[in-house]
Structures are given as C-alpha cells and as structure tokens.
C-alpha cells in the first residue's frame, strides 16, 4: 500500500519485550509503563488476590490466582510522540518456549532483576537468547524500596555473569526505608523518593555533579557516600556507547522500585529515545526485509485461543514487518499460498481491544482466526512472496498419555486439545499403532496449565498419566522399521504424522545407536 509517512510512522515505533526470573516485579512494570502511557488508570500487581487488584496485563484466570505469568501479553500505548508496543513475557521456565518466541518479534529487550536477588538461574538462561541474537538490552534492577545488595556488587555481578558491558543511568541514595532519591547521572540530576520532605522538588539539577548551594540531602551522610561511588563509576566504569548499546554489547542500567513507581518515569522517558526503531526480518533465504518496504508482509509468532472466554475466539499474533497494513486488505499465507482478507484485526491493551485501521512495521497486530495460522507462518502482500525464518521450536523433555474422563465430551476434549496444541502450549503425539494421545511439555507447570484450561475453557474433565522424562528423536520415515521399537523406546508420531522415539534414557538411545549405526535421529533444537 502507498503510505507516504511510511518512514516517519515506522521510526516512531518502539517495540519490546520485558523478560526476568519469576517475582523479579516485571509485570508490575508494565503496569507502571501502562499507567505512564495512559492505557490504564491504575496499576495492579500480580499478587493483588486480597484486593482483587489484578495486574492489567495477565487476562488468564489461572494467572491470577497463583499470581504468576504464565503466557506473553501483547499491549501498545503512546508517549512522548512514539508508538510503544510492550510484550510481557512469562518468566516461569516452564514457558520459556513462549518467551523465546516472543523475542523473534521484538526490536530490543528490558530485563528487570530483583535488587536483592540479582541475576538468577532463568534471567541469565533468557539473557543468552537475547545476545545471541543481537536485540540491544535495557536492564531495570527493581525493588529499591526494600534493602537490596550494594549497587557495585550488582554491575560487578551483571558483567561477570552475563559478559556485557553495563553503563549505570542512575544510581541509588540509599535503600529500603534508607532510600532518598536516585542520583541521575544521565539528566544530570536528582530525583527525590519522598519529594514532599525535600521541599516539594522532585527534581534538582546537578552543577559540576553536585548540588548548588545548601540544601537539605546535603546534610546527610549518604549524600557524599553517593558522590564517591558515582565518581568512581564514571572514572572506572565503561563510557556510554549507544552503538554498543545497539549491537546488544552494553547494557544502560536503571534501578528504581516498579511497586512504588519510583524512577519508572525517568526510565520510560531515556528508553523511548534511545531504543531501536524497527529493525530488518531475515528470510529463508537470508535476505533482509526493510521495515520501509512498501508491500505489507509479518509473521505469526503467537497463538492463543479463548482471550474473550464468551466469545470463543482465537488470536493470531502477527509481527508487523513491512509496508502498511489497512483493514479489509487482501494478504497470502505463504505457507498454503492462500488468499485472506485482514478484516477483522485488533491491537492490545492487556484483555481491552479495539479494531486495527491502520499499522506499520515494528507494530503488533491481532488476527481472528478459524483455524488458518500456524506459529511461524509468513502472511504478506501479493507481490512480495516472501518467507521470514523459522521460529524456535523445542523438543520436550516430559510426557503424558491423556484421556478424556466423560466419554460423551470427545468433541470437546479434541478441540480443546488440538487448539492448545496449536498455541504452542504443548506437543501433541499419537502412539504409532492404536493412536493413544501423548503430550509433550517442557515444564510440570505447562501440564497444570493445560489440565486447568481444558477444564475451564473446553468443560472437558481429562484424566492424565505420567510416563516422566523421555528423549525425543525423530526419525526419516523411509529409515524407520516398527520393530525398532521396545519398552525402552515408545515409537510414536507427531501432529503431522512424522514418526519418532521417545527414549527412556541416554543409555537406551545410545543401545538404539549402536544397533543401528546407520539410523539418523534428528531433534527439534
């Protein structure tokens, strides 16, 4: 579609995914970025059970009563005259299939690490994913409303662990009941925690890195503490570098507490600036698709079913990447070269929706769909023909055979399998023979995930049987023997009929190797 704002549109969007460990505080962030961008008129926090005071951005039931995330939020606000597009992402490891994808379909990355915890197990796993591919990272390091580990400690931990250079955008006075402000080294001034006992000021700016003339934080010890560590950061530490920052090689650190909204302005404020704008989608082929191609082309890297539990529907997440969409618009699916029309679309604030007009690259866009989208599929404009490159797809590592309970609800138990399964949520095989459902997952959680919506959003009871860990392998068709198989490798098939093993440990796979030297068994990662 002709657009001539194409570029100025496209250059005004900034698109991210917020990742961390569980309970880090990352989805109340979010809340506070809703709030600053005015999407909500107030914030929830994810463990609000007593109140009811939910977090905005997780709509799934379970979510709320355990007070977790467990699947990726799409919403989209506007500040300081860009077009913000954030993607919660779970931070439960079980679903980290989920948040690997999401970050397929973003341009950069914050990480939100708990001030007394630091870097743990899944943010560093989620780290990796991020610096493999390059996506610039922002890091929040929350909860300074509580005491926490010294500031140093923290940078120190966040470059020896991660391998990344940090440059600190502000720094804390004091923690916990302690804490007096943050001293903003890249605004060059202070922000007061309780501005109503510093005169009223929520700011004060810096002269020569102090503050002018007498004031009341100058009278506190901690005041010139702060000076000597920021001295020495600047002295010590890296340079600012935006095209580091770019290139995924430095991290600007921001600390400040989501649950008390301290600092989260002043962070939004510096990511909207200096956050990539959109940036290229690799194909197939290798080649690069510029956001400012006019011909509209995206991909689906989400799928989630039942968002509005009385209507039934079924979204497909398509990221954005090219030419302009427009409501009504005919599209192709190029994995069945078939022809769509884009009619009814929506964007996101959390479980609130409005109908698309319009939407450039770097935007993110819900389709309704009857069953059409796979994760993964190219939708583009007729001339472009184009396929973006696969998205991550994990082999699970835990198994269960699954029924249903009540015999006389088989329709609703397949659709709500088959639908599940088309989400990504799970793995569905069949035993090779007599057609016995197994599901695969790659966390226990997934399981009670699944058993609990089954429940609630098909009405269908399901009665599941642990068959525990096994290894996955798939096999070449034209290789395969049914008498390869043996209680100690179950054959069995995967939704798209190809067949495969499920190993019962390493010593069973490497038996199967050794007896059959010529057989190829491949993984999915």
Known sequence: MNNPNLKQQVDSRRTFAIISHPDAGKTTITEQLLLFGGAIRQAGTVKGKKTGNFAKSDWMDIEKQRGISVTSSVMQFDFDGKRVNILDTPGHEDFSEDTYRTLMAVDSAVMVIDSAKGIEAQTKKLFQVVKRRGIP??????????????????????????????????????????????????????????????????????????????????????YEDVLGEVELVREAGDQFDLEKIGRGDQTPVFFGSALTNFGVETFLESFVDLAPKPHAHKTEEGEAVSPYEEEFSGFVFKIQANMNPNHRDRIAFVRVCSGTFERGMDVFLGRTAKKMKLSNVTQFMADARENVEEAVAGDIIGVYDTGNYQIGDTIYEGKLKVAYEELPSFTPELFMKVTAKNVMKQKSFHKGIYQLV????????????????????????????????????????????????????????????????????????????????????????????????????????
Do not use: C
């Not at 796979?509 to 007896?515: G, I, P, T, V």
């Open 422 to 525: 088309q989400e990504g949520a799970i793995q569905l095989y069949k035993t090779y023979l007599t057609d016995e459902y197994i599901i695969g997952a790659v966390g226990q959680l997934q399981f009670e995930v699944f058993q609990y919506r089954m429940l609630n959003e098909y009405n269908a009871e399901v009665v599941m049987t642990p068959m525990g860990n096994k290894i996955a392998r798939w096999i070449d068709p034209e290789q395969l023997d049914e008498r390869m198989s043996s209680s100690r490798n179950i054959l069995a098939k995967d939704r798209f009929d190809q067949p495969l093993f499920l190993f019962e440990n390493q010593f069973a796979m490497r038996w199967f190797a050794d007896k059959y030297p010529d057989v190829e068994l491949k993984s999915l990662m």
């Open 137 to 222: 990272i922002f890091t929040f390091i929350n909860k300074l409303d509580r005491d926490g580990r010294e500031p140093l400690e923290l940078l120190e931990e966040l470059e020896e662990l991660l391998d990344i250079e940090s440059y600190p955008m502000n720094w804390p006075i004091g923690m916990g009941k302690g804490l007096e402000g943050l001293y903003d080294i890249y605004n060059e001034r202070i922000e007061f925690y309780r501005p109503e006992q510093y005169e009223g000021e929520r700011f004060v700016k810096l002269t020569d890195g102090e503050i002018a003339g007498a004031h009341p934080l100058k009278e506190k010890s901690i």
